[in-house]
């Protein structure tokens, strides 16, 4: 497995504190061709701790932001941020349908065509950009590597929706397990093929 090290943060994106890892946690980066990085770089004038340890880019291209030993402020409690490491997904999350130009259309603005999204209504929206099958293959490895290093158990939650009382999980899981306002991942996610195949050799 490759990962790319050219988006490595300096240390004013993240806190050299070490601390027991017990879950990864997956989310989106809500945006595409890296801009989410730029925007970690110009926030707060370049102290914006709300980052991610790694980026899988949406051809499935793995990305280390910092070593993930370290956290970031990419939650709001202080617990989470101290056991889990996040890995975020590039993809723009829910559309919207144009129907006068029969497309699709982020929340930023970007066009996609009926081939790009999964029709399924849930948190308030009816149209998800997909993963690309490239980003869930690296997920998988990815996750596989970090699980082993950090002794963290190599099994995932098997849907998207939220959980209550995950104050003890340990494993993978996703941040719409976390909190009901939270969409991702999104139903666009293979959830039975990512369960599947972590762990296997």
């Given at each position: ?35 989410h ?32 030993k ?36 982020s ?29 869930i ?65």
């Open positions: 497995m490759v990962i790319n090290e050219s988006k490595l943060l300096s240390n004013n994106h993240y806190f050299e504190i070490e601390s027991i890892k017990k879950q990864i946690v997956f989310g989106n980066t809500f945006n595409h061709d890296m801009k990085v730029i925007g970690w770089l110009h926030r707060y004038n370049g102290n914006y701790k709300k980052t991610a340890a790694f980026t899988i880019g949406n051809d499935g291209e793995i990305f280390k932001h910092f070593d993930p370290y956290q970031s402020e990419y939650f709001n409690s202080l617990e989470l941020n101290n056991k889990s490491i996040v890995i975020l997904l590039e993809n723009d999350g829910w559309l919207m349908k144009n129907e006068r130009e029969n497309n699709f259309l929340w930023l603005g970007y066009i996609y065509n009926e081939e790009d999204v999964v029709n399924k209504k849930w948190r308030g929206y009816n149209h998800w950009l997909r993963y690309n099958d490239n980003q293959k690296s997920a998988i490895e990815l996750s596989n590597m970090l699980c082993q290093e950090f002794f963290i158990p190599s099994t995932a939650i098997t849907h998207n929706t939220k959980i209550e009382a995950l104050e003890d999980y340990t494993g993978i899981l996703y941040k719409s397990n976390l909190e009901k306002h939270y969409t991702d991942l999104s139903p666009a996610f293979d959830f039975d093929y990512f369960t599947n195949n972590i762990n296997i050799k």
